[in-house]
């Protein structure tokens, strides 16, 4: 495996060490100490998220028209470290709103070309598992952070602003690795530089790639918000102390799978691992149904994070094989943007069933999209030959 793709593995390792401490208090520090009601913070979730859904396109697009992947990706790693001191510091909700934001920002812009770099660093022999190394330490960082944050505030008396300070020490390492640990391939430039959304760069995006991107996008209506695996837990009646370890539970389990898998895409068909992955999302969905006991939320959780951890690395590199080289930039963003504006309908919809038709109702929805999903498994050419540069 190349160097820089454990260097990036880290640096995503590290920022979200920072960013779950504060995410994973956020909620509790907005309205138990600035007061804030929850449609503010429902406010304030929705405004920094979309943000980050219209970013990730044109940060992709312009990493694809420069033929430069790490600046982008330094520029927006340094954006979520300088959003850390804001948290800090905030007296009101302006300043959290203006730290998601910028922090929403800097994640908008590194996404895409850091997986693009990815792509261009990997040889296509162990692409799927560089894209599952990476993930994997990526969600280490996020069963880390929350309980380093948990930690410290059993040791600080819940000082919140004094762990939200210790969050900018893996930020800023984060931004020091990226600089100083990962090289940029060189690329070759044959032709001039050209705009990768006018129509006939577009028209070098396979019918494969857009096929890919529907599907990402099924698949997401199947997996809505984890923050409803976090409610179904609460109903087991678990200590609400305990709750957000459910959390970590399922990251612990997605963190272990993620390279395994990533590995096993290598070796054999990327549609059936996929479907593969979508039938364990079945099983966990069906479990978490058909009861809200604490053993048997566990190990519906512990499913939910098995099908992560075949997924989302999976998914990523197919996007890579099925996108010309000269535009990953751009086929990450918009598989990104479709991606997570499936995710918002996808939680909503979740929300509208939990409200109106039960717990149960929601999770046997979701196990019904996975088949949907499965189904449209069939606009995906069972091919993993890698992708030639546009034109």
């Given at each position: 495996?190349?160097?820089?793709?454990?260097?990036?593995?880290?640096?995503?390792?590290?920022?979200?060490?920072?960013?779950?401490?504060?995410?994973?208090?956020?909620?509790?520090?907005?309205?138990?100490?600035?007061?804030?009601?929850?449609?503010?913070?429902?406010?304030?979730?929705?405004?920094?998220?979309?943000?980050?859904?219209?970013?990730?396109?044109?940060?992709?697009?312009?990493?694809?028209?420069?033929?430069?992947?790490?600046?982008?990706?330094?520029?927006?790693?340094?954006?979520?470290?300088?959003?850390?001191?804001?948290?800090?510091?905030?007296?009101?909700?302006?300043?959290?709103?203006?730290?998601?934001?910028?922090?929403?920002?800097?994640?908008?812009?590194?996404?895409?070309?850091?997986?693009?770099?990815?792509?261009d660093i990997a040889p296509p022999e162990v692409r799927g598992a560089a894209f599952g190394l990476r993930q994997s330490l990526d969600t280490v960082g996020a069963f880390l952070g929350p309980l380093l944050g948990v930690g410290l505030m059993l040791?600080?008396?819940?000082?919140?602003?004094?762990?939200?300070?210790?969050?900018?020490?893996?930020?800023?390492?984060?931004?020091?690795?990226?600089?100083?640990?990962?090289?940029?391939?060189?690329?070759?430039?044959?032709?001039?530089?050209?705009?990768?959304?006018?129509?006939?760069?577009?028209?070098?995006?396979?019918?494969?790639?857009?096929?890919?991107?529907?599907?990402?996008?099924?698949?997401?209506?199947?997996?809505?918000?984890?923050?409803?695996?976090?409610?179904?837990?609460?109903?087991?009646?678990?200590?609400?102390?305990?709750?957000?370890?459910?959390?970590?539970?399922m990251n612990l389990v997605y963190a272990t799978t993620a390279y395994p898998f990533g590995w096993l895409s290598d070796r054999m068909s990327h549609r059936a691992l996929l479907g593969w992955g979508l039938l364990v999302l079945v099983a966990a969905?069906?479990?978490?149904?058909?009861?809200?006991?604490?053993?048997?939320?566990?190990?519906?959780?512990?499913?939910?994070?098995?099908?992560?951890?075949?997924?989302?690395?999976?998914?990523?590199?197919?996007?890579?094989?099925?996108?010309?080289?000269?535009?990953?930039?751009?086929?990450?963003?918009?598989?990104?943007?479709?991606?997570?504006?499936?995710?918002?309908?996808?939680?909503?919809?979740?929300?509208?069933?939990?409200?109106?038709?039960?717990?149960?109702?929601?999770?046997?929805?979701?196990?019904?999209?996975?088949?949907?999903?499965?189904?449209?498994?069939?606009?995906?050419?069972?091919?993993?030959?890698?992708?030639?540069?546009?034109?």
């Amino acid at each position: 495996m190349p160097a820089g793709v454990w260097a990036l593995g880290f640096v995503s390792l590290l920022m979200d060490i920072s960013s779950e401490m504060i995410h994973s208090l956020l909620p509790l520090f907005m309205v138990g100490v600035l007061g804030a009601s929850a449609l503010t913070v429902g406010l304030v979730e929705g405004i920094a998220e979309a943000t980050a859904l219209i970013v990730k396109v044109f940060s992709g697009v312009i990493s694809d028209y420069l033929g430069k992947r790490k600046a982008l990706a330094v520029i927006g790693y340094t954006m979520g470290a300088l959003s850390k001191p804001l948290f800090a510091l905030a007296p009101t909700m302006g300043w959290v709103l203006t730290a998601r934001f910028v922090d929403r920002i800097g994640k908008g812009i590194r996404g895409a070309p850091r997986d693009a770099l990815v792509a261009d660093i990997a040889p296509p022999e162990v692409r799927g598992a560089a894209f599952g190394l990476r993930q994997s330490l990526d969600t280490v960082g996020a069963f880390l952070g929350p309980l380093l944050g948990v930690g410290l505030m059993l040791l600080w008396a819940n000082d919140f602003r004094a762990v939200f300070w210790v969050s900018v020490v893996p930020a800023a390492l984060a931004v020091a690795l990226l600089v100083w640990g990962v090289q940029e391939p060189v690329r070759h430039e044959s032709k001039a530089k050209r705009n990768p959304i006018q129509r006939d760069s577009l028209k070098c995006l396979s019918r494969t790639y857009w096929g890919v991107v529907v599907v990402g996008a099924l698949f997401t209506l199947a997996r809505f918000s984890e923050a409803f695996l976090v409610m179904r837990a609460e109903q087991s009646g678990m200590a609400l102390a305990w709750v957000p370890l459910v959390m970590v539970a399922m990251n612990l389990v997605y963190a272990t799978t993620a390279y395994p898998f990533g590995w096993l895409s290598d070796r054999m068909s990327h549609r059936a691992l996929l479907g593969w992955g979508l039938l364990v999302l079945v099983a966990a969905d069906l479990v978490l149904a058909s009861g809200h006991h604490g053993i048997r939320v566990l190990l519906g959780v512990m499913l939910w994070g098995v099908h992560m951890g075949i997924t989302q690395g999976l998914l990523a590199a197919m996007v890579a094989d099925t996108a010309p080289v000269d535009l990953r930039g751009t086929a990450f963003g918009f598989f990104n943007l479709v991606s997570g504006m499936a995710m918002l309908v996808a939680s909503v919809l979740a929300g509208f069933l939990w409200d109106r038709c039960g717990a149960s109702f929601t999770f046997y929805a979701g196990a019904a999209f996975c088949v949907t999903t499965l189904l449209g498994l069939i606009l995906i050419p069972d091919d993993k030959s890698p992708a030639s540069p546009a034109g």
